[in-house]
């Protein structure tokens, strides 16, 4: 009873927790369009086009995912986005920090396993 799964398009269907979510965790999309065609087999034929294609800059999903939890998250809550790498950590990093200024605290890149830059978070 403390977790409830819904379907549909980013926050859509949760619409009417406006506000009220404690947390947003996210591997959306963020590889840019243009390198699709050059992914690694176990990716490219495993998972849907849609759930890898960022967009030009592969950010597509990533401002809407930072716009949409300064509305979406309550007061406290917390984000984690995955990313494709440094480039796009420092840019949603700056992101939050200018465009939604006032929105978010303790925002900070995380690197993965390997080092590399790869997670953005903060409240």
Known sequence: DKITVKQGSWFDPLIHLRGRLSGIVSNPPYIPSADMDGLQAEVSKHEPRMALDGGEDGMDGLIRLCDGA???????????????????????????????????????TVADFAGILRFVTGY
């Open 70 to 108: 300064s509305e979406m998250l309550k007061r406290g809550g917390f984000f984690a986005f995955e990313t494709n790498g440094e480039k796009q950590c420092n840019f949603v990093a700056d992101y939050v920090e200018t465009k939604r200024k006032g929105s978010f605290r303790g925002v900070r």
